[in-house]
């Protein structure tokens, strides 16, 4: 069975969305091949997707987490967006609604996580006299995996996307 964060910052919280919000989401973005898969199926899409959220996201959100002892990142206090409070009581829409995009994407066989080769500096070509080198390039899309998913999620991350910065917001 899943346990999925409310806002109260359970501790065994493993997932930021409930199948049944999978489900209804799934079902009004038209993501057909999400509603016939097992519920353990999709329970394992979405500890998975929430895993990658963890990893990606943890240094990049704004504020901080509300119980030192929460599994999550969410619930989180000191959280500005569009100049309105986030309630430290609840897991934002856009969080829940990534989590279920990238669980949808998880149980399609997309590998949230993968291994990149990021290159290895391998030489193209080498030139003596007057010394020039050149590189092949490094093909890798890590920086552009998820890029509607980074933009929804934007307003969440702090000024510059790292923690302990802070927006600031002219009155």
Same mark, same amino acid.
């Given at each position: 069975m899943? +346990? #999925?964060?409310t806002g !109260?910052g359970?501790?065994?919280?493993e %997932?930021? $969305? %409930?199948v049944a $919000?999978?489900? $209804?989401?799934c079902?009004a973005?038209?993501?057909?091949?999400?509603a016939?898969?097992a519920?353990a199926?999709k329970?394992v899409?979405?500890r998975? $997707?929430?895993?990658f959220m963890?990893? #990606?996201y943890? +240094?990049?959100?704004?504020?901080?987490? !509300?119980?030192? *002892?929460q599994?999550?990142?969410?619930?989180?206090w000191?959280?500005?967006v569009?100049r309105?409070? !986030?309630l %430290? #009581?609840?897991?934002?829409?856009?969080? !829940?609604n990534a989590c279920?995009?990238?669980a949808a994407r *998880?149980?399609?066989g997309?590998?949230?996580?993968p /291994?990149l /080769?990021?290159?290895n500096?391998?030489?193209k070509?080498d030139?003596?006299g007057p010394l020039? +080198?050149e590189?092949f390039?490094?093909n890798?899309?890590a920086a552009?995996?998820?890029? *509607?998913?980074?933009?929804?999620?934007?307003?969440?991350? @702090?000024?510059a @996307?790292?923690? @302990?910065?802070?927006?600031v917001?002219r009155?």
């Amino acid at each position: 069975m899943l +346990t #999925t964060e409310t806002g !109260v910052g359970l501790p065994n919280a493993e %997932s930021y $969305a %409930s199948v049944a $919000a999978a489900d $209804a989401r799934c079902a009004a973005l038209g993501v057909a091949d999400w509603a016939p898969r097992a519920e353990a199926d999709k329970e394992v899409a979405l500890r998975n $997707a929430t895993r990658f959220m963890l990893a #990606t996201y943890r +240094t990049r959100w704004a504020g901080r987490r !509300v119980y030192q *002892a929460q599994a999550l990142d969410w619930p989180r206090w000191n959280v500005i967006v569009d100049r309105f409070p !986030v309630l %430290s #009581t609840v897991v934002p829409a856009e969080v !829940v609604n990534a989590c279920i995009d990238l669980a949808a994407r *998880a149980a399609a066989g997309v590998d949230l996580m993968p /291994d990149l /080769d990021v290159g290895n500096n391998q030489i193209k070509r080498d030139k003596t006299g007057p010394l020039e +080198t050149e590189y092949f390039e490094n093909n890798t899309d890590a920086a552009s995996r998820f890029v *509607a998913i980074e933009a929804a999620l934007a307003p969440f991350f @702090g000024a510059a @996307g790292g923690a @302990g910065m802070m927006k600031v917001v002219r009155g």
